[in-house]
């Protein structure tokens, strides 16, 4: 073991009389909670309405962890079915264990939802939304650090992750650091969202091209991180990669495509957020309320007529004044 390493929490629970508190739980949360205060500053800079982003936070985070959980199992079924496993497990998110492959998918589903009740347009709410995503994934993966999982092959670098003995994989166990992975996803990710930032910026990106922005540079430090990961099993590789790596690959291609044809189609930034139904309803609205705003002035103008002046100073009509 080498004399410099990462230690790794010697718990990732804690306990407030009988609720337990748990440190993935903690990283996920405050990941999202960071997502949604980039998100919604994002959304109200490209014009959009104040608040919106977390109504659809609502939908999205569900959506996102149901999805996430779900590839999670499906790729990893052997953790929960099969002689001397616990299916309901499956089910105990708060373990660890969220695909982010099925979570970006079903939480781009309760945007999706969201925005078409809201009348918004969602290539330009993806945009806004996705660089957020990507400091929420870094900050996630601290969930990783707490629960001892997801680490890299085995390492004597200075900056290698100590793991004990009960979380070492199968055939690992004479090794005792590893590749922190975890903490090579949280800086690309952060370097991303910087690149990111600065590639919308400077060049006035719309039309869902930062979000496929987003998923070419997520993706493209997701394949060399992915190769160094030790917690397979056979069947998640094809053609001798990991099943992550190709979806990586897969996903990186076509947000490249996408990003290259709609820059050609629809090049800048669009200028309306808001969907023609929803702009047509919300002119609708404004003017009934100035139709009441005139109403309420007329009507009060006639009133002060009807009343007069004070009576003090009133004088009847056809009398002399004097008389």
């Not at 999670?72 to 982010?100: C, K, M, N, Q």
Request: charged share 20%.
């Amino acid at each position: 073991m080498t004399a410099f390493f990462i230690p790794s929490p010697s718990q990732g629970v804690w306990y407030l009389g009988p609720i337990p508190v748990r440190g993935y739980a903690l990283c996920i949360i405050a990941g999202i909670i960071a997502a949604i205060w980039i998100g919604e500053r994002r959304w109200v800079a490209r014009g959009g309405t104040r608040g919106e982003v977390t109504d659809l936070a609502l939908w999205a985070v569900p959506f996102g962890v149901i999805g996430g959980r779900l590839y999670h199992v499906i790729t990893d079924h052997d953790l929960y079915f099969g002689a001397g496993r616990s299916p309901i497990e499956a089910l105990y998110v708060w373990r660890g264990g969220l695909g982010i492959w099925g979570a970006i998918a079903l939480g781009g589903v309760g945007v999706w939802i969201g925005a078409r009740i809201k009348g918004i347009r969602v290539p330009a709410v993806l945009d806004a939304l996705a660089p957020g995503v990507l400091v929420a994934q870094a900050m996630g993966r601290w969930g990783n650090w707490f629960n001892q999982e997801l680490f890299g092959k085995p390492s004597t670098l200075p900056w290698a992750l100590k793991i004990d003995p009960a979380n070492r994989p199968p055939g690992y166990e004479q090794y005792a650091t590893f590749q922190p992975t975890f903490l090579y996803e949280c800086i690309w990710n952060l370097g991303a969202f910087a690149f990111v930032l600065w590639a919308d910026r400077r060049y006035k990106l719309g039309h869902g091209r930062v979000m496929a922005l987003y998923v070419m540079a997520y993706t493209a430090g997701r394949v060399w991180i992915e190769m160094l990961r030790i917690d397979s099993v056979e069947y998640q590789h094809v053609f001798g990669m990991r099943l992550n790596v190709w979806t990586s690959i897969v996903l990186f291609c076509l947000a490249t495509a996408y990003f290259l044809i709609v820059g050609k189609t629809h090049p800048g930034r669009e200028s309306e957020v808001y969907t023609e139904k929803r702009l047509a309803r919300d002119r609708a609205a404004a003017a009934t309320d100035a139709g009441e705003v005139e109403a309420a002035d007329a009507s009060a103008s006639t009133q002060v007529l009807d009343e007069g002046p004070d009576s003090d100073h009133v004088v009847e009509r056809g009398r002399d004044p004097g008389a």
